[in-house]
């Protein structure tokens, strides 16, 4: 039979703080785990989509990507051009 040591507070709650820290670690990694697999399958159906559209669609998130740092390029010179305007002598 053998004789089990009575340990002291604070290594029964080190114990236990590393013990929860095991199960929060591999908690963690399995959430990893799952994301990322839900975005390589989100990755592989939008690929699979890609190659099936026809072109003019493929093309689409480009033409809006270059129509929306148009619009944003023209706002920023519009208030660039506000600020440097003197206010008018009364």
């Given at each position: 039979m ?7 507070k604070t ?16 908690a ?5 785990v799952?994301k ?9 159906a939008t ?6 559209a ?37």
């Amino acid at each position: 039979m053998r004789l089990r040591r009575n340990r002291s507070k604070t290594s029964r709650l080190t114990r236990a703080l590393a013990t929860y820290l095991k199960f929060k670690a591999m908690a963690k990694a399995f959430k990893a785990v799952r994301k990322s697999a839900k975005g390589l399958a989100a990755y592989k159906a939008t690929k699979t989509a890609a190659k099936k559209a026809p072109a003019p669609v493929k093309a689409l998130p480009v033409v809006a990507g270059v129509g929306a740092a148009g619009a944003a390029g023209a706002v920023a010179a519009r208030r660039k051009r506000q600020q440097h305007k003197e206010p008018a002598p009364v």
